[in-house]
């Protein structure tokens, strides 16, 4: 006996050596490949990003692979290349022959981009501890909690081994067999092009990817704020004395990637004085004010400092609560970045977020002037080189394949940045309209043209814009929300009032309240819309709140009053962004001597258009399955928050080197208190979600461990199925967030079909047909010939008999035996093959 469990426990420590050994090696793999892309993308992004200072540096890995996933895809939907390591090794030498032309081209460019080099270590250096740490960090995180179980995480693993196990592009939907993905994919391709090229399985893919877009995402962050306040540090102003500011910003730009992907909204701290019942008393309190579900009970009897509610975390995202106007709820999403990395959904919002950090850099490029040059168009001349132009296009045409609601914000950012080029030469004026379209509409023809097969293949539910009557943001939800990036956004705007930094206060008042009235305007046509269309929809959904046309419009004006302290603070913050930026005087002109007004600008669009993201949802939402805002909250407000969490962090930066005496102290004493409270959530929620880092199975990036642990017999069914001649397979059909289509999941053979709720929301439900009951008719029906009309009918190979099968359906398993080969067989799980 004693023989026995030494020998078990040997076998138990070899295992756990094994797995850590197979973490160390992908870890290690994928490391140096995206690190050689960067390497190998440099030279290109040197000559491609000649205004910032770290001349694209830090963002050259994730710029290397959306060209190489680009390139690799589009010759894989053309026809010119497989689905394997051939056109993978294509991809990288074409890549490799850009990145030549622009360190060749130029002589004179590769003598500067020596000394750049010598000039630069500290950034250099600090930029690879910063993504070893972030890409190590968040690797050891999903070792700790690898589980690919819940949410979307089962759809996203679908996808990658969807993309992975396809011999031709587009990629095959595994839940709806004879389809291509009709979903933005992109980042489950370029998933699938570094597992491929590593020999990583999906399983272990699908949390390497979320580390690797951890690292990205922190270094893409600390380039933008390096780039910004280099910028500040060059003023045209010689007498400018501050010590600080000779510094480079090495450290201090680390704040960025702090605020992007650490800091939280306010409600971890809160679900802290909840634990310890702070301000709670019998009666109405501050809780039941709130209003935020969990926190307005009655805290446990055993008060707390950790919080211990089951799933605590999951609250964070759900701030923002929604109220027909007959009282019933409805869940909003507000999502932020340090709550997507403790879920760990790969979800293509995260996917996206290196790229949209990539689209930000690229405006900054536009404003600096670093892609100077002439097209001549049929209606007028866009003052940008054609390099510049196509980048743009690959970039936002990118951004669409990965995460189509992204374009909105990274379109924005680079035809405003290309106006806002155009203002410090001319002025603000009409004309500045016709450059936002002028660039605006060719680069988006550029882009739909450069991905046609993407968009070709691409059906959606969206529709069109809805009027939103009924769902307001209230203020309180907004500070929860928002309140750890407004501190020092507020702050900044009172620095620069305080400083006699110009502004034309008429013109920010008028254009904020201006764009509230033409969205307030836009809600109310699509009202009249809606009731000369579809009288009986609209009418139904008045009545079903109890009211009356009139009554209705009564009522949710009388809540929008009700509620007015969310659009004021939005104001608050719009009003003299605004005015700041329509300043009437040029940027140089009567400032102080410690200003360069450049990276201000920037930065203030920055502001602007986050706050237009989060006051758009109250007024009008994008149609979709839903019915509701859900999803426009959910991505507009997951926009906002990259695009004010890097303002908000240059801000926190110039007010802590700025500020002198009491002010500083008083500033730096707010900061830290900011900190606390925001860094409340990611500490107890990463020690929640990875058990205090202490894995029972241990540390494993591979979720198959856990599938082997739980289910051998299944476990043995996929691999053999991994290794069998390719087929559609029949398994049980079910409900989304299950356990149901685990074979396609696991295996990347395409069944016939899975979530039906996911592909109704990728593409007309229609076409799902009769697929649920065939396929319950093919297990349940005794009669072999309907069973072979169903097999022919959707050309099944192979059918799965297992545990789920068996729990779903009283399976017929007599018809099989007789008629089919059973080609595999252990414990409760039987496949049968086709001949």
């Avoid at 922190?218 to 060059?234: C, D, E, F, V």
């Avoid at 758009?616 to 999803?631: A, K, Q």
Wanted: charged share 15%; net charge neutral.
């Amino acid at each position: 006996m004693a023989r026995l469990t030494c020998r078990l426990l040997n076998d138990e420590i070899q295992n756990r050596k094994s797995k850590i050994v197979n973490l160390m090696s992908a870890l290690i793999s994928w490391y140096l490949l995206i690190t050689f892309l960067g390497w190998l993308t440099f030279p290109l992004a040197y000559k491609l990003f000649p205004a910032l200072s770290d001349r694209g540096y830090t963002l050259a890995r994730a710029f290397g692979l959306l060209i190489w996933g680009y390139v690799f895809w589009i010759l894989a939907s053309l026809g010119l290349a497989q689905n394997d390591m051939g056109g993978l090794l294509l991809g990288l030498a074409v890549l490799g022959g850009l990145s030549a032309w622009a360190y060749v081209a130029q002589p004179e460019l590769r003598i500067e981009f020596i000394a750049w080099f010598k000039e630069n270590k500290a950034v250099l250096i600090t930029t690879e501890l910063l993504f070893i740490i972030a890409f190590g960090f968040m690797a050891v995180v999903r070792a700790a909690n690898p589980e690919i179980l819940g949410t979307e995480k089962p759809m996203e693993l679908m996808m990658i081994n969807g993309v992975m196990n396809s011999p031709t592009f587009p990629p095959r939907d595994l839940w709806l067999s004879g389809y291509s993905i009709s979903y933005y994919h992109f980042g489950y391709v370029m998933t699938s092009m570094l597992a491929k090229f590593t020999g990583v399985p999906a399983t272990m893919a699908f949390n390497l990817m979320i580390a690797l877009i951890f690292g990205l995402s922190a270094i893409g962050a600390y380039g933008i704020l390096y780039n910004l306040l280099s910028l500040r540090q060059t003023s045209n102003v010689e007498s400018q004395t501050e010590i600080e500011d000779q510094k480079p910003p090495i450290l201090s730009s680390l704040l960025a990637p702090l605020f992007l992907l650490f800091l939280s909204n306010v409600e971890g701290f809160l679900e802290v004085l909840h634990g310890r019942g702070l301000f709670w008393k019998d009666g109405p309190n501050f809780w039941t004010w709130l209003d935020i579900p969990e926190l307005r009970d009655a805290p446990a009897q055993t008060l707390t400092w950790a919080p211990t509610r089951y799933y605590w975390w999951w609250r964070a995202s759900r701030v923002v609560q929604d109220y027909e106007l007959n009282g019933t709820w409805r869940e909003t999403i507000d999502e932020f970045p340090a709550f997507s990395y403790i879920l760990s959904d790969l979800h293509p919002h995260v996917l996206a977020m290196p790229f949209v950090l990539l689209a930000v850099a690229m405006a900054l490029n536009i404003y600096l002037g670093g892609w100077r040059g002439s097209i001549n168009l049929y209606f007028g001349e866009l003052k940008i080189s054609k390099t510049g132009f196509f980048v743009a296009a690959l970039m936002l045409g990118g951004l669409a394949f990965l995460n189509t609601w992204d374009i909105l914000i990274a379109g924005a950012l680079i035809v405003f940045s290309y106006a806002l080029a155009q203002v410090k030469e001319s002025g603000w004026g009409w004309e500045r309209v016709e450059d936002i379209l002028l660039l605006g509409v060719p680069v988006m023809v550029a882009a739909y043209v450069m991905y046609l097969p993407f968009f070709i293949g691409f059906d959606s539910q969206a529709g069109g814009l809805v009027p939103n009557f009924m769902f307001i943001t209230r203020g309180a939800h907004i500070w929860v929300m928002w309140g750890t990036l407004f501190v020092s956004l507020f702050a900044y705007l009172i620095y620069l009032w305080r400083n006699h930094v110009s502004a034309n206060w008429r013109a920010g008042i008028s254009t904020a309240l201006g764009l509230v009235l033409v969205l307030l305007a836009a809600m109310f046509t699509l009202g009249i819309l809606g009731l000369k269309l579809k009288p009986d929809l609209i009418n139904s959904i008045i009545a079903s709140q109890g009211l009356g046309v009139n009554g209705f419009i009564a009522a949710s004006m009388t809540r929008r009053l009700a509620y007015i302290g969310g659009l004021l603070t939005m104001l608050a913050l719009l009003i003299p962004t605004l005015s700041f930026l329509f300043r009437s005087k040029n940027e140089s002109e009567d400032q102080p001597s410690s200003f360069n007004l450049q990276p201000a600008t920037f930065t203030l669009l920055l502001i602007a258009l986050g706050s237009l993201l989060i006051i758009g949802p109250d007024f009008v939402y994008l149609s979709d399955n839903f019915g509701y805002r859900i999803n426009t909250v959910f991505k507009f407000y997951y926009q906002a928050w990259i695009v004010l969490s890097l303002a908000s962090a240059y801000g926190t930066v110039v007010l802590l080197r700025q500020l002198r005496g009491a002010a500083n102290v008083i500033f730096s004493v707010v900061v830290a208190l900011v900190l606390l409270v925001g860094l409340t959530y990611p500490v107890f929620g990463f020690l929640t979600k990875t058990n205090n880092f202490k894995p029972a199975a241990g540390f494993t990036l591979d979720d198959f461990d856990r599938v082997q642990r739980e289910t051998p017999d299944e476990a043995a069914a996929m691999l053999w199925l991994r290794s069998a001649p390719d087929g559609i397979i029949a398994e049980a059909v079910g409900g989304a967030y299950s356990a149901y289509a685990r074979v396609s999941i696991y295996t990347g053979l395409p069944t016939v079909l899975g979530w039906g709720n996911h592909e109704g929301q990728w593409r007309d439900y229609a076409l799902q047909g009769s697929r649920a009951q065939d396929i319950e008719a093919l297990y349940t029906n005794p009669d072999w010939t309907t069973a072979h009309d169903i097999i022919t009918r959707y050309n099944i190979r192979y059918i799965y008999v297992g545990s789920l099968e068996r729990t779903t359906y009283r399976v017929s398993e007599e018809k099989f035996n007789l008629f089919l080969k059973p080609v595999f067989q252990q414990g409760i799980v039987t496949i049968y093959e086709v001949p």
